[in-house]
């Protein structure tokens, strides 16, 4: 959420960045009707209707009809294109709001897109891990990882993939429900049968295989000792193995998910017996000494 | 036609929920309030993909797995809950066997009704008209109302309408095409030319067979989510194992 | 508003196509009858037909108003009725109707009252050029107050629509409110001035409260093209009540599609 930016400055920004968008799209789709444009236009560009929008374009002489039945860029038009808005949006990152790339890209006026997205995602990343939104912060390394794609900074790349893999089999969604176990709240067995499979994000795949020469034992643990969770369902030589599993088409599922339901059962016992104490999150409750075993 | 690499379907961090109230008095509420306390089911758990033009993608999945809403939300009939859904172009889908026809109309009232809705103009579809009509080898119960089709008839119909409106992206679904070998050796043709004219084509199917057929690239959804985007052949190989 | 100016540019963008279904829905609903088009008008006129004789044969109520005989009087204020009855349990049941359309393809679902209320509005029109013909037949004089009736046109059309938009959406949604808008239409009949003429009930207070239902203003707005002959200017506060119960309907229909526009689609 932006705090900086004023409601008009928001407004012209909104409106600069609907405009770049709008008419990028009309010069790369010159043969499509605006009735076929995107219809998440109107949520994503803030505009109400395709078809209007684009006559009002038309209007103001930033397009024009042409004889394919759509819409082209003039001359004017094609000035409106900021070509960062039109980064921004072709980068995709549902997460992070033009208003907040805006004033970041104020303060890194010098550096590139790059400089002032990186800010805004892991700004968003930090804030989503407070919340303990585990999906979105395993999407934003997944796109911090890309855009360090972008930048050749492989090293980067394959550090953000791998944490993105790293946070989505750490059980992260079932530490709750351990806790609820330790309490009495819920039945052991409850616990143990709602583990379900888990499979690996295929853009985080895709990932991965790009910069696998990169990625060593140490390189994972790296990563742990960088990123420590109140919970880990895999080691970092699992998780190792996993990545090379998956990058090397060896991944068999029937036993991958067999052991992730074995490393989840050593979890639970694991925790029964130190009563989840030292693994207890700062700021909340802590569990009393010594649990329910 | 977009040119070619270009995206056209873009999903990204996708999810889909759909509320599931107890009674009336927590619907009503839910006009109005922001808040509801009701039980929630997730039907597409954070999926993302990028599908470019001239494609041609298998989605395979248990019946369940999530498929059909992904389909709503690239025809534009529903919205996710959570992430972005991009689609570009006009979008031919047949998403059930009596999908968007009107039962009253016939079936050629119904060309224009479809085509029409999907933003053809009038004399676009009059020149596209008698090719359907001739695909769908209905004959003369083409001037029947829809209501008095079989479900055969109407997957026909369907069919032969999605293939020649000249989309830039079309869902065939699998279990819609019936009718005997013939009318599906020409079905199975048609799919050809339409992969070689460019249009970025999703088949929805069980058959591993059939998605191998026609598709480059195979695109697995398990309980919402998506867990193989790769080579048919090792999509389907995929599928196969998949642990239950 | 930024969704009602969206609901408005859906109808143009899509006024074809809403032609088109409100054409379809006209002949949907009378082919395959043996009498077909002849049930539009015929149902109506056995309507009429019985409560004319029950008020003028049977109960002996029925005295001359305004110089015309008490049938004319009752016509031209049961005439709307039609449209408005079934505008009022038609637009309610609207978006169930035209289910299969939004549920498999896009289509805006703010247009769908539309289609609704033009499709009664057509079969409205052949009823009011007989009404016309009928009084022509029975002798009294045809004024140039008629000229206004394209103004009640309109806010019948506009009134049906609201309506529809607001209903047909919490009708998606709660099963007991269709049941309430079906079991109050009675009421709403008996309520509404055509039967008796609502400036001839004792009591202030309640003459106000029957005021206040807006289709007791298009009844008696017919009965001053035919009847009275009064411009409708000459009745600001009555147009003036009826608006502010369009704008609630409008501000409430807008209100909740902005609220499940997205979601609409998933609980019909």
Known sequence: MSTFINGSKKKRCRDAYSRSVFIDFVERHQHLAAVNYPDSFETELDIV????FAKGLARRRLIQRNELGGYSATREGRKQIDPEYVAFYRFCSPYVDVCDFEQEREQHREESFCAAMWSVLLRELHRRMQKGDFPAVCNLHRDIARLYELEQCNEQAAYHFVAALYIHYSGLPYYKDLLLMLRGAKKESTVRDSFGAIYAPPMIVDGLKRHMDRITLDFVREVFHRNPLVINLCSPEMLFELIQALCGGTYDDKV???????????LMENAKKTGAAAKAVPGRRKEPDGGKS | MTEEH???IQFRNVTKTFDLFKNDK????????RNTNARKKVAIDNLSFDIRQGEAVAILGKNGAGKS???KMISGVTFPTVGSVRVTGRVSALLEVSGGFDPELSGRENIYFRGELLGISRDELKEMEPDIVAFSELGSYIDMPIRTYSSGMKSKLGFSINANIRPDIIIVDEALSVGDKDFRAKCRRRITEILNSGVTFLFVTHSTAEAKNFCKRGLVIREGKLVFDGDIKDAAAFYEKMHV | MKTLWKIIISHVQYRNQILQLAKTDLIKTYRGALLSWGWAILKPAITIGVYYFAFTVGLRTGKPIKGYPYFLWLISGFIPWFYISAMYTGGAYSLHKYAFLVKKIKFPVCCVPMIVALSNMIVHLALTLLMIIIFIAMGAPITIYLAQLPFYWLLMLMMGVAWGLFSGQVTAVSKDFYQLVRSSFTALMWLSGIFYQISTIKGT???????????TYLIDGFRYCFIDHIWFWEEPLS????MLVYLLFVFLGVKIYSRTEKTITDVL
């Open chain 3, 239 to 242: 147009l003036l009540r009826f």
């Open chain 2, 6 to 8: 270009e995206v056209v």
């Open chain 1, 256 to 266: 991958w998910q067999g052991k992730l339901r074995a490393a989840f059962g050593a």
């Open chain 2, 69 to 71: 809403t992904m389909l």
């Open chain 3, 205 to 215: 207070a309640l003459r106000f409260i029957l005021r206040l239902n807006p289709v």
């Open chain 1, 49 to 52: 209707n395709n078809v209007t």
């Open chain 2, 26 to 33: 927590q619907r009503l509420k839910s006009l109005l309030f």
